[in-house]
């Protein structure tokens, strides 16, 4: 009985698997077919296999070429990133180590801006760095990163509290100062955390669409979102396979990022989503 | 501690960045919201005080407004719970002892890590456009397919397909909650006999409804800011029959320039969701467990 | 003591002097050195514009042949679609971040009129050659007196007819210029072909038709300059219900169809050959001729006894110059050479249309370089012209409109009357920003 019901389970979960999957091998297939197979042929295995999808979407005809949008999303991507683990480790370090005064309700004010929707501070952020002539730049995506990512500083508070108090203890009666404690000892047991914390926010920042949409408005700064969608603006009928070749492009760190890092993903979330 | 006394004053230095971020690029702009919803406030020139006027329009003028609520709202109580539904389920059938576990959850979470992505809204338009794979395959079977991008009637399922379809964040947190569960409970309940849908409801359900309670306000909170696939897959229509709630706030203050509108409308989001996450919050009494041994 | 008076006095005076001498000498040097290096140093100018790959192509060509003859300028081209493109121009200059030079269009008009501060008076600008335009041309492109753009190519919009199928199906594309006969000409076509089409469009080739229905039945610009809607709530129902019904008949193809497509001629019915009409500026002609079938010119559809054809052909298009620049003098340049100088104007070819500037239009005929389907839709055009181009195209109106042409043709949608009503009352509410 047992067995047969496994069974089931495991085909259940096989055909699932197919159905969920599918639209993502798709679009790997299509990237290497023309785009007229890619209208009219229902199979998986291209016809005719053809890298014109990669050779022309990557060149980019009357547009620039999507390596600009690449490294443009690295320019963007990167420094954010850095940012946003190092003023996470600042503040969570600040929050979970030190006992100043209005400590609980700083940190629970923090906590609560997790749940404030993004969109209603949007226009006056906008206008704040329009004011300041941060707009077409990078700029408002690293001065927030460097202000400290609320659902990743308490990410990096959870972890700390999870490290044991003597070890900074004993480095205070060895006459160390609290950086040095931060920086030899404990960034070292705060490995796992940082890793999950630069794997998300590069995965987070590398997707986003709507706030490079508002703040970037030179097609030279685009970074990748905005250049797939400029490849679908195009006049005539829209090149499908080079559309498909150039978004499966744009996936492709995350996915590498994905499955090399695969344990920190269910580690980081599980320490911000469960403890408390 | 109270030699350590003043060294703790030190932990307000480690927090500055974020007290100075959080009053220049939070505080601030909250503040702000709420001041220019009273304004009118185009690009080219300084805003205008005209008191209740955006409010009035917004809830007696705008026929744009209570569309975008509505389909927003018919949105997140579609996506929401089925997401959570599928994620729970299958988080539940993947926590026995199977072969294959890593990689059966590492297919299921695939979509998710994406997130808004754009890549994923413009495959999503490749396969349920008119000519797309999904009514070819259809056409296989001798079924005419809708438009589903195209008309009306689908576009909003069609959309929330795509969220559910990213279920595996969700799903994750509820495989790490489950293996939570201390196995003796479970076996104590066998040997008792109780049948499984009691061990769930009694056993399983209430021991995660932590998990829940959180992924049902992030989920929600995420849902009602989606922008991108309504504005790439189908720019909020057909007939704004996906015209979410964020593409009607992008439209009015960057496409009309209208920020003092704008702003009264991000105000009423927020002011939507805060009811909402409060209510989730209240009722948790009434289905949220804590395990005795946290806090 | 009166001589230690008179020596600190001289002694002063004679400071001053030097002084004085030395910082003329100074000044006169550093104005030197300043200019000498302007000749030397590079200056970069931006220029914007929106288009097709097409008119990239040849404006950027246009922006390297100028570099070529200039080598301390060097022009940044920033380029893109038509959607997004006057929101991200605003937006750049109220941020000051503006480029020096951009193409523009008079349909803008209503929204910057109360800003004319944003655009340099082109009267004043320095070096720039104004002599290839009459002023009657010039004035259309003033604001509170102050020329604001130069004029660029005649354009307008003309129908394109998939001449293979016409002639197939013995639709004779000449002898039903109204609505009226265009619907009777595709139903006989249809009953032939049943699976065949009337026209097929994108959502903006559906209202540039409608407002030019509207401006014809009424005998105003769709909106007038006083900031309201030129045409009656009756006119629209009626133009509305004509949509709605040729959306059911098949003289359009059924909307579901094409209401999510983003580029024009992508509607793979139209691809395929079983679309009778298309329509397009004729600046975009040369995208025309790729495909698989023969393509024919058509004039605009117009109603019985219209007294405009709501089809303008005079310059809307322009290119501006942004007040803030700090390169005045290079943007000078630029113009001149887009406009009179061979190599830039033959760079540039019709991708703006037919040149308004003599000298740029004699080039082209010179040089045979304006092809007979231009030509063609040029003559189709300026005999049909009674136009008067809209001052005023904000984007909330255009939505508004697509809303209701949307809502009678599609499912779920509602009657004409009830879209009329909805788009009058949205509609000025809107047009209220505006006065």
């Given amino acids: ?166 070890l900074d203890e004993s480095a205070y009666m060895d006459g160390c100062g609290s950086f040095r404690i931060l920086v030899s000892i404990l960034v070292p047991l705060l490995q796992p955390a940082i890793f999950s914390a630069a794997i998300f926010q590069f995965i987070w920042t590398w997707s986003d669409f709507f706030q490079p949409l508002i703040y970037i408005s030179s097609v030279s700064k685009f970074p990748v979102a905005l250049g797939l969608r400029l490849s679908i603006d195009s006049m005539g009928i829209p090149p499908w396979n080079q559309i498909a070749a150039m978004s499966l492009v744009s996936m492709l760190p995350p996915i590498i990022i994905f499955f090399t890092a695969q344990k920190y993903f269910v580690e980081g979330i599980v320490t911000t989503g469960l403890k408390g | 501690m109270k030699t350590l006394g003043r060294h703790h004053y030190v932990g307000l230095l480690y927090i500055s960045p974020w007290v100075i971020g959080f009053i ?33 329009t917004m809830f007696a003028e705008d026929d744009l407004f209570p569309k975008s609520l509505e389909v927003t709202s018919i949105y997140v109580l579609v996506s929401v719970p089925l997401k959570l539904a599928f994620a729970l389920l299958v988080a539940m059938i993947l926590n026995q002892k199977l072969r294959g576990i890593g990689t059966y959850r590492t297919i299921y979470y695939l979509p998710s890590i994406f997130g808004g992505s754009v890549a994923l809204s413009i495959l999503w338009r490749m396969l349920f456009m008119g000519n797309g794979l999904v009514n070819r395959m259809l056409a296989i079977f001798s079924i005419q397919g809708p438009e589903w991008l195209g008309d009306a009637r689908f576009s909003l399922l069609t959309i929330s397909l795509l969220q559910v379809w990213q279920f595996g964040s969700a799903m994750v947190l509820f495989l790490a909650g489950l293996k939570q569960v201390p196995d003796f409970l479970y076996e104590a309940a066998r040997i008792d006999g109780a049948g499984r849908f009691r061990i769930f409801m009694t056993i399983t359900f209430p021991l995660i409804t932590p998990i829940l309670f959180f992924n049902l306000i992030m989920q929600t909170i995420n849902a009602f800011q989606t922008f991108t696939a309504a504005f790439v897959v189908t720019s909020g229509g057909p007939l704004h029959s996906t ?19 704008a702003s009264a409308l991000a105000w009423f989001l927020f002011v939507v969701l805060l009811a909402v996450t409060s209510l989730v919050f209240r009722s948790s009494p009434y289905w949220l467990h804590y395990m005795e041994s946290e806090h | 003591m009166r001589r230690t008076m008179r020596t600190r006095l001289s002694l002063l005076l004679m400071t001053a002097t030097l002084f004085l001498a030395a910082t003329m000498v100074f000044a006169a040097g550093s104005k030197e050195a300043a200019a000498s290096m302007q000749a030397q140093g590079p200056e970069t100018i931006r220029l914007a514009w929106w288009g097709g790959d097409a008119r990239h192509k040849a404006t950027i060509d246009a922006a390297d042949a100028f570099m070529k003859k200039y080598p301390q300028i060097t022009v940044k081209t920033e380029y893109q679609g038509f959607e997004g493109y006057y929101d991200k121009l605003i937006t750049q200059i109220a941020a000051g971040t503006g480029p020096d030079a951009f193409q523009f269009i008079t349909a803008w008009f209503g929204d910057v009129r109360k800003s004319p501060e944003m655009f340099y008076d082109l009267r004043k600008l320095a070096g720039l050659d104004l002599s290839g335009w009459n002023q009657s041309t010039l004035d259309t492109m003033s604001l509170d007196g102050k020329l604001i753009g130069l004029p660029q190519g005649q354009n307008a919009r ?179 050479f887009f406009h009179s100088d061979p190599a830039g104007v033959k760079a540039l070819e019709l991708q703006r249309g037919v040149p308004s500037n003599k000298a740029a239009y004699d080039i082209l005929v010179n040089a045979n370089m304006i092809d007979d389907m231009t030509k063609t839709a040029m003559k189709i055009v300026t005999d049909s012209d009674t136009g008067e181009y809209t001052f005023l195209d904000p984007n909330e109106i255009r939505d508004t409109m697509e809303t209701a042409i949307q809502n009678v043709g599609l499912k779920g949608g509602t009657t004409p009357e009830a879209a009329a009503k909805q788009f009058i009352a949205a509609g000025n509410r809107i047009l209220q920003n505006f006065k």
Avoid at chain 1, 108 to 120: A, D, E, K
Avoid at chain 3, 230 to 248: N, P
Avoid at chain 3, 283 to 303: I, S
């Fill in chain 3, 158 to 336: 003309i129908l394109v007819y998939n001449k293979d199928l016409a002639d197939k199906l013995g639709v004779d594309v000449q002898k039903y210029p109204t609505w009226k006969g265009f619907n009777a000409a595709v139903q006989a076509a249809r009953a032939k072909d049943p699976s065949i089409y009337g026209y097929s469009g994108i959502m903006d080739q559906y209202y540039y038709p409608l407002i030019g229905y509207l401006d014809q039945v009424s005998g105003n610009e769709f909106i007038t300059k006083d900031v309201k809607f030129g045409f009656s709530e009756q006119q629209l129902v009626d133009g509305l219900t004509m949509f709605h019904d040729w959306f059911q008949n098949g003289t359009f193809e059924p909307l579901d169809k094409t209401v999510l497509l983003k580029n024009a001629w992508s509607d793979p019915a139209w691809l395929n050959g079983n679309v009778l009409f298309n329509e397009t500026p004729v600046t975009q002609l040369g995208q025309q001729m790729k495909y698989p079938f023969k393509v024919g010119l058509t004039r605009y559809w117009v109603a019985d006894g219209a007294k405009l054809t709501g089809n303008p052909v005079g310059p809307n298009m322009m290119f501006s110059v942004n007040s803030q620049t700090k390169h005045a003098d290079a943007v000078a340049k630029l113009m001149n």
């Fill in chain 2, 24 to 56: 220049a690029l939070t505080l601030i702009p909250f503040i702000s919201t709420i001041a220019f919803s009273f304004t009118d406030y185009s690009v080219l020139r300084p805003p205008r005080f005209v008191g209740i006027k955006n409010f009035v």
């Fill in chain 2, 243 to 261: 015209y979410l709630y964020a593409l009607l706030l992008y439209d009015n203050a960057f496409r009309y320039f209208k920020m003092g509108y």
């Fill in chain 1, 1 to 166: 009985m047992k067995g047969q019901r496994r069974i089931v389970t495991h085909v259940g979960l096989i055909l699932f698997g197919i159905v969920m999957v599918y639209p993502l091998i798709w679009l790997l297939s299509s990237s290497f077919k023309s785009t007229l197979e890619i209208l009219s042929s229902n199979s998986l295995w291209p016809h005719v296999f053809s890298a014109e999808g990669f050779a022309k979407g990557w060149r980019g005809e009357g547009r620039p070429g999507f390596g600009l949008f690449v490294v443009n999303s690295m320019l963007l991507t990167v420094p954010t990133v850095l940012l946003t683990v190092i003023s996470g480790v600042l503040v969570g370090y600040g929050f979970s180590r030190f006992e100043f005064p209005f400590r609980k309700p700083l940190f629970g004010l923090m906590i609560g801006t997790i749940l404030l929707p993004n969109t209603v501070l949007l226009i006056p952020r906008y206008l704040i760095f329009r004011n300041i002539g941060a707009i077409d730049s990078y700029f408002p995506f690293w001065i927030t990163a460097a202000a400290g990512v609320p659902f990743f500083i308490f990410m990096f508070a959870q972890f700390f509290r999870g490290i044991p108090r003597s």
